[in-house]
């Protein structure tokens, strides 16, 4: 079409050229020269112009498809790596061991503790010793998946007579201990609790009522693979360990509901990405 556009142009140039030389005035000439080369050099500027558009429409089209076929491809791997876990068996309740709180106390890590609601992680730094800490270990059965790499616990309740408490994270990157148990071969997740002292949560003496715990958890797989849910354990029969001085509670009955669609972290879907480009 520019070949086309082009000899026209030459051509009604060249009999423009000649008929002004025969039959029109020299002043008169120099100025359709001028409108004419005017009107070549607009014809040139919009023919580039729809040219730039038209590889605009396909470079569009083109990132368009690519962002659909990174989003397929991610859906693909969201949807064949993801993993569920559910809380089985049991939960143990107990006082943490000293040289945790100690090491907890000097070095200020709280990376892997979770904090009344109501408390400030200031509040526990100025007054450490008034407050107790727990530790809450259960196992954990995969139901959908392989493995799991991490598990954040988001928030925890527990409901004893008709009082709840609420545990928060003490920092942004808060997460459980993933353990294995050597007896059983089963692994567990280990929770660290911070409860004031003077509050009716734990006697070492005697067996605490909990009925109920409420459990918001983000899960990770090894290929990065993140689920968000919360579910609800609850117990029967309570039982006091004489060893450790432990509750033990054993769960009847859970009840676990996904908050919105498995999510690929960020690196590993641009990672993905990279390899198929």
Known sequence: MLAVFTAAAIIIFTVSQFI???????????????????????????????????N?????????????????????????????VDFVDYLLMNETFNSYTKQLKQKQNFKFYLREENVSLEEIKDNFNDFLFLTVTVPIKIIVGSAVSQIKILNLGLEKGEE?????????????????????????VRINLIVKKDKNFFNKKTIDLFTKICLCVRTQSFLGVAVTGCTELYFTNPQKQEKDGASKYKIHSSQFEIAGLPELDSAVAAAISRQVK
């Open 56 to 84: 605009a429409i396909n470079t569009k089209k083109s990132e368009d498809a690519n962002e659909r076929a990174d989003a397929f491809r991610n859906l693909q791997f969201v949807a064949s790596n993801h993993t569920i």
């Open 164 to 188: 709840i408490f609420n545990f928060v994270p003490c920092s942004d990157d808060s997460h459980a201990l993933l353990l294995h148990n050597e007896i059983d071969n089963r692994q567990e």
């Open 20 to 54: 002004t030389v025969t039959f029109i005035e020299q002043s008169t000439f120099q100025i359709i020269g001028n409108l004419l080369a005017l009107g070549v050099m607009l014809q040139s500027a919009a023919f580039n112009f729809l040219l730039i558009k038209n």
